[in-house]
DNA sequence: ATAAAAAGTGAGCGCTCGCTATCTAAATGC
DNA sequence: GCATTTAGATAGCGAGCGCTCACTTTTTAT
């Protein structure tokens, strides 16, 4: 006899599928890109049946919308857990910046890249990705004023952190090879220092504390 | 009577055919993305047959892998371009920066960048793409080395160009709006003039000429 | 207990994909 | 001039795509 399977709810049973097909999704799209996502692949990785997914959303591209602001408040989150070490030294700036480099190559945020480069050639997909893009800046945005609002401006904030999160996703788009820690040369580790040295150099600490 | 069009040899004919599937290749990636990229449409574009296509490429991996090494001298020749003019103050840095901008949205830049995002999720691809990636990345080290050579060492180079190149392509990357100078707060702008003081500031210039 | 509603299954439809086979047109070697 | 080789056109094949539909299973309401 096999196991019983204890009573769920119907709203149980809904939440559970869906949120199997949204991280189903999520691993599809980081280790098979956009176009491998098919709809039979994520129901193939979430367990369920192709009419199970198109019972809760209408089109592919409901799901990958949905998909999106589902990592998108999960990126937002990991970024704010970033901020809280005092930075001061260059090395401080340094090990923040890795940090958000392990990051910026979650599959969470693979995910949200791939979508962001599939929303190019896209339209629908553009206008549904806007609002969670500018949110996840806004808020990315207020969780570095909290770390260094007391030295920037909010102007200047803006410019760091462009030129930062620009080029950290920069270099998830250039590093293909699957293990990126054994990347020849170590130019990645050296302009991680380098754009460290001029942030710290640029914007000097107002005072010990 | 249609016209009688002039004799060319099979050469010709031949050349003139690849170049057109390999320029329109180019366009179909650059305003439609990868996987909209069929032979179908390619040809449409190209004003060839399918068969025509299969005849010159064996396959449509060929073709991409082709066009890639096509656009990767392109950049690397646009890159060069740009090297020539001195740059000692900040706003001559923050010149060179906006025109390497420009490259990087060029048509050119856009395909390589499409081509390198479908590489990721595609083993061949990946390892085809390879031996042009190392290339374009020394051929533009070698170039920047003729520019500012006189002034940082070599590791410094690579540095600064990492941190430059990869933002500047996180940029382009984040930047789906057609209009990329309609962009709301000039933050864009903000962040290649920190960019280019810090770069300034962090490697001073050794004497006026 | 039973009817209604919601969740989940799986076969299959229309379509487009990459690619092939068969054909005609053009250039080349003799 | 004629046979051979090369370039290009066209129809269509098998496979996979997004998606639908008739159906069963599970939960809910009475």
Do not use: K
């Not at 769920?8 to 189903?24: F, K, P, Y």
């Not at 949905?66 to 990991?78: F, K, L, P, Q």
């Not at 339209?123 to 500018?134: D, Q, S």
């Not at 293909?176 to 914007?203: N, Q, S, W």
């Amino acid at each position: 006899m096999p196991t019983p399977t204890e009573r769920r709810t119907q709203a149980q049973r809904r939440e559970g599928t869906i949120g199997a097909l949204l991280d189903a999704t999520v691993s599809c799209l980081a280790e098979r890109g956009y176009a491998a996502t098919s709809t039979a692949a994520v129901c193939a990785e979430a367990g369920v049946s192709q009419g199970a997914l198109f019972r809760h959303f209408p089109t592919r591209h409901a799901l990958l919308v949905a998909t999106a602001s589902h990592v998108a408040t999960r990126n937002v989150e990991a970024f704010r857990a970033t901020v809280g070490a005092d930075v001061d030294t260059v090395d401080d700036v340094v090990a923040v910046l890795s940090h958000l480099r392990t990051i910026v190559l979650s599959p969470a945020n693979q995910t949200w890249r791939e979508l962001l480069v599939a929303a190019r050639a896209d339209a629908e997909l553009r206008t549904a990705l806007l609002p969670a893009r500018e949110s996840l800046q806004q808020q990315m945005l207020a969780a570095a004023g909290e770390l260094w609002g007391d030295r920037l401006t909010t102007d200047d904030l803006a410019a760091v952190l462009s030129v930062v999160v620009n080029m950290l996703d920069g270099l998830a788009f250039s590093a293909l090879d699957p293990d990126p820690t054994a990347a020849p040369g170590r130019t990645v580790e050296r302009a991680l220092r380098l754009l460290a040295e001029m942030i710290v150099r640029h914007y000097p600490q107002t005072e010990p504390r």
